[in-house]
Nanobody, 120 residues
Framework: QVQLVESGGGLVQAGGSLRLSCAAS????????LGWFRRAPGKEREFVAV???????YYADSVKGRFTISRDNAKNTVDLQMNSLKPEDTAVYYC??????????????WGQGTQVTVSS
């Protein structure tokens, strides 16, 4: 089993930045596909970004150019650097992981979430 714990959320003004971090358990961290998702109030969960076992990344159009996902296999962490934040980025952010290395659209493991609030 893989356990995931997010941190780094908080309140920030529009245009500001936050860096989220997700710490994972497991000896197989380096082979995991790792993603970030978010759920805004009254909305469905949506995909934000993903990073593969070999470092490939993909982003939702809504965050492309503003957010950067990265991983540190030595620390068993995956981060989400969020710049130029907008009020519509307000959501609970979740990290997720799966043992599959390709074609991952559903994830086996989820963190508890961390709140990000962007004020106008």
């Amino acid at each position: 089993q893989v356990q995931l714990v997010e941190s780094g959320g908080g309140l920030v003004q529009a245009g500001g930045s936050l860096r989220l971090s997700c710490a994972a358990s497991g000896r197989t961290f380096s082979t995991l596909t790792l993603g970030w998702f978010r759920r805004a109030p009254g909305k469905e969960r949506e995909f934000v970004a993903v990073i593969s076992w070999n470092g490939g990344t993909y982003y939702a159009d809504s965050v492309k150019g503003r957010f950067t996902i990265s991983r540190d296999n030595a620390k068993n962490t995956v981060d989400l650097q969020m710049n130029s934040l907008k009020p519509e980025d307000t959501a609970v952010y979740y990290c997720a992981a799966d043992h599959r290395r390709t074609g991952v659209y559903e994830y086996a493991y989820w963190g508890q979430g961390t709140q990000v609030t962007v004020s106008s």
